[in-house]
């Protein structure tokens, strides 16, 4: 007798091969790299695409709870290095690319993302030039925000104290970079703000990478200078370096050095002309008595 023949249902078809290509070392865990097409960004915030190169495609999808990660915005027609896993959607009988990471092919993942937080936000109108507000030309107490530890504080501390030795300086010590930079940075921002002692903030940190200096990259940090009620200086890095915070910021300066002379005046140079003005005014009044006499004679 015959053995008995075992016929599949669909489902249960495509259930077997999705069961062997989960179980699959390489399909489970793989990158790979490709161009974008097709690309959707769908209302629920997953994203359907298809990845393409010379002569082959498949189709991807990335869901929100990973591409809310992403740093950059992914675009129809990029070349990128996606990670993820291969399997088969059992309704339809389609293997597809599932991406839980991605980044830009050939271009810096952290430059395109400053590029494209950099039109968001200007576009926004955190940059605007009428937003910003004047300095007070002399300020009762300075609040610094940077780390305890590096150059730059003291930079800013000899400074403040060379030029207006007689104003106080409330130091906030934050991480400047790494992982729990930025919230930090917010946190600080906010809290001197709450505080309402400093009328002047010095936000910043020494020179550094585009990585180095990420943290004054972020969307958070920039919001949280963008609503700050005192006026911020930002000073982050040396001349060259432009970061997201200096083009939020009141005033841009391009050393914490220099954020320091910019937030204080000189007092040897107001000393001077107080006396350039006692001079004149009492050159004023001897004149005005002089004339006074000859009228009285």
């Given at each position: 007798?015959?053995?008995?023949?075992?016929?599949?249902?669909?489902?249960?078809?495509?259930?077997?091969?999705?069961?062997?290509?989960?179980?699959?070392?390489?399909?489970?865990?793989?990158?790979?790299?490709?161009?974008?097409?097709n690309f959707?960004?769908?209302?629920?915030?997953?994203?359907?695409?298809?990845?393409?190169?010379?002569?082959?495609?498949?189709?991807?999808?990335?869901?929100?709870?990973?591409?809310?990660?992403?740093?950059?915005?992914?675009?129809?027609?990029?070349?990128?290095?996606?990670?993820?896993?291969?399997?088969?959607?059992?309704?339809?009988?389609?293997?597809?690319?599932?991406?839980?990471?991605?980044?830009?092919?050939?271009?810096?993942?952290?430059?395109?993302?400053?590029?494209?937080?950099?039109?968001?936000?200007?576009?926004?109108?955190?940059?605007?030039?009428?937003?910003?507000?004047?300095?007070?030309?002399?300020p009762k107490?300075?609040?610094?925000?940077?780390?305890?530890?590096?150059?730059?504080?003291?930079?800013?501390?000899?400074?403040?104290?060379?030029?207006f030795p007689?104003?106080?300086?409330?130091?906030?010590?934050?991480?400047?970079?790494?992982?729990?930079?930025?919230?930090?940075?917010?946190?600080?921002?906010?809290?001197?703000?709450?505080?309402?002692?400093?009328?002047?903030?010095?936000?910043?940190?020494?020179?550094?990478?585009?990585?180095?200096?990420?943290?004054?990259?972020?969307?958070?940090?920039?919001?949280?200078?963008?609503?700050?009620?005192?006026?911020?200086?930002?000073?982050?890095?040396?001349?060259?370096?432009?970061?997201?915070?200096?083009?939020?910021?009141?005033?841009?300066?391009?050393?914490?050095?220099?954020?320091?002379?910019?937030?204080?005046?000189?007092?040897?140079?107001?000393?001077?002309?107080?006396?350039?003005?006692?001079?004149?005014?009492?050159?004023?009044?001897?004149?005005?008595?002089?004339?006074?006499?000859?009228?009285?004679?």
């Amino acid at each position: 007798m015959a053995a008995e023949r075992k016929v599949y249902s669909i489902k249960e078809l495509n259930g077997y091969i999705r069961m062997k290509l989960d179980s699959d070392v390489v399909l489970s865990d793989v990158w790979i790299r490709g161009e974008i097409s097709n690309f959707t960004h769908h209302s629920s915030g997953h994203m359907y695409f298809t990845l393409k190169d010379e002569s082959s495609r498949i189709k991807s999808i990335m869901f929100a709870s990973h591409n809310q990660r992403l740093p950059f915005v992914p675009k129809e027609g990029a070349r990128v290095i996606a990670r993820g896993n291969v399997t088969v959607y059992e309704r339809d009988g389609q293997y597809q690319f599932y991406a839980t990471q991605m980044q830009p092919d050939g271009i810096g993942s952290l430059y395109l993302a400053y590029e494209q937080l950099k039109s968001k936000l200007e576009q926004e109108g955190l940059f605007a030039a009428e937003r910003k507000r004047p300095l007070p030309r002399f300020p009762k107490c300075i609040g610094v925000v940077t780390s305890p530890t590096g150059a730059a504080v003291r930079d800013i501390v000899i400074t403040l104290q060379r030029r207006f030795p007689q104003v106080p300086i409330v130091i906030y010590p934050v991480l400047v970079q790494g992982k729990g930079a930025a919230p930090a940075i917010v946190k600080a921002i906010k809290t001197l703000n709450a505080m309402g002692e400093a009328d002047v903030l010095i936000v910043g940190r020494g020179g550094g990478s585009l990585e180095e200096l990420w943290a004054f990259n972020e969307e958070e940090v920039a919001r949280a200078i963008y609503q700050s009620a005192i006026p911020v200086i930002s000073a982050v890095g040396h001349e060259t370096d432009f970061t997201i915070a200096d083009f939020v910021a009141d005033l841009r300066a391009a050393t914490p050095t220099a954020a320091a002379e910019l937030a204080v005046p000189h007092a040897g140079e107001l000393a001077a002309q107080l006396r350039q003005q006692q001079n004149r005014l009492r050159q004023s009044l001897l004149r005005r008595s002089q004339r006074g006499g000859e009228r009285l004679a």
